[in-house]
């Protein structure tokens, strides 16, 4: 099992980046997945969640309405949109495979290496 995240960068507040995480050794429809974030100092928290049929989804309180979880089970890649960006959305992002649903880290076993996103205000 790999997860391979890109797409990070510098960011104007309010403008858009789209995260991306290639997944090899599993299916995304088999297994709920999530996007995680850690800044210096900070515990590493969900972002969001997704189940493996899709039809559950998580967002911290922090991105509701700005964020968006997505998948595309043939290119076998789970995206993040994130618009109106903020400041304090400036962490390294991770994505993640669980083995149980849910927005606590230790729900999850298999992490990708991380992606830098900067949000200058």
């Known amino acids: 099992v790999q997860l391979q995240a890109s797409g990070g960068g510098l960011a104007q507040a309010g403008g858009s980046l789209r995260l991306s995480c290639v997944v090899s050794g599993f299916a995304l429809d088999r297994y709920a997945i999530g996007w995680f974030r850690q800044s210096p100092g900070k515990e590493r928290e969900a972002v969001s969640c997704i189940t493996g049929s899709g039809a559950s989804t998580y967002y911290t309180d922090s991105v509701k309405g700005r964020f968006i979880i997505s998948r595309d089970i043939a290119k076998n890649t789970m995206y993040l949109q994130m618009n109106n960006l903020k400041a304090e959305d400036t962490a390294v992002y991770y994505c993640?495979?669980?083995?149980?649903?849910?927005?606590?880290?230790?729900?999850?076993?298999?992490w990708g290496q991380g992606t830098q996103v900067t949000v200058s205000s």
């Open positions: 993640a495979r669980a083995l149980r649903y849910g927005e606590h880290p230790s729900n999850y076993n298999y």
